[in-house]
T-cell receptor, first 114, second 109 residues
Framework: EAGVVQSPRYKIIEKKQPVAFWCNPISGHNTLYWYLQNLGQGPELLIRYENEEAVDDSQLPKDRFSAERLKGVDSTLKIQPAELGDSAVYLC????????????FGQGTRLTVV | QKEVEQDPGPLSVPEGAIVSLNCTYSNSAFQYFMWYRQYSRKGPELLMYTYSSGNKEDGRFTAQVDKSSKYISLFIRDSQPSDSATYLCAMSVSGTLTFGKGTMLLVSP
């Protein structure tokens, strides 16, 4: 069974440019998460989807970040415009949903803003 | 005070040692508890998942939860150099996972 797939693995952009990350969760997983991980820190939630609905986006900086999960499967996270402080690893994870909260992570996208 | 506290280490042990990794938490509503292993430049990998207080064993790994003390532990027996990684505790309520900062473990041959 394929795991969570993220692309790209690495991205280098200049500040003020837009960037997008893509995630394909494990088949059948209803819950999808986007996490941000800074060096030496644990992952921090940006947004959680239950199927197509964003049920927890309280930590998403909505002035520059946006996300969507079309048809309740794949998801895209966008930053526009990017700032130097956005340099981090962006992790996507999925879980079955409901009481099954154990989440499985992708390899992440390492973003560097210069 | 963060909801989940975890000593960042590094924790250095010789091969074959028993390793104890710990987290404390403040939110008594947390219901599910997980341990992840993360190698450098990789995504977190789920190791253990528990719900109730008590112990859960899987091979060389034992997860322990004490809800009354708000304290969870991961024990690794017969540690190997390949166990060298960062170990993250995570806990959830209502579907959202909250992570500790992670403890870096170094197992020397």
């Amino acid at each position: 069974e394929a795991g969570v797939v993220q692309s790209p693995r690495y991205k280098i952009i200049e500040k003020k440019q837009p960037v997008a990350f893509w995630c394909n969760p494990i088949s059948g997983h209803n819950t999808l998460y986007w996490y941000l991980q800074n060096l030496g820190q644990g992952p921090e939630l940006l947004i959680r989807y239950e199927n197509e609905e964003a049920v927890d986006d309280s930590q998403l900086p909505k002035d520059r970040f946006s996300a969507e999960r079309l048809k309740g499967v794949d998801s895209t996270l966008k930053i526009q415009p990017a700032e130097l402080g956005d340099s981090a690893v962006y992790l996507c994870a999925s879980s079955l949903g409901g009481a099954r909260t154990e989440a499985f992570f992708g390899q992440g996208t390492r973003l560097t803003v210069v | 005070q963060k909801e989940v506290e975890q000593d960042p280490g590094p924790l250095s042990v010789p091969e074959g040692a028993i390793v104890s990794l710990n987290c404390t938490y403040s939110n008594s509503a947390f219901q599910y508890f997980m341990w992840y292993r993360q190698y450098s430049r990789k995504g977190p990998e789920l190791l253990m998942y528990t719900y109730s207080s008590g112990n859960k064993e899987d091979g060389r790994f034992t997860a322990q939860v004490d809800k009354s003390s708000k304290y969870i532990s991961l024990f690794i027996r017969d540690s190997q150099p390949s166990d060298s990684a960062t170990y993250l505790c995570a806990m959830s309520v209502s579907g959202t996972l909250t992570f500790g900062k992670g403890t870096m473990l170094l197992v020397s041959p």
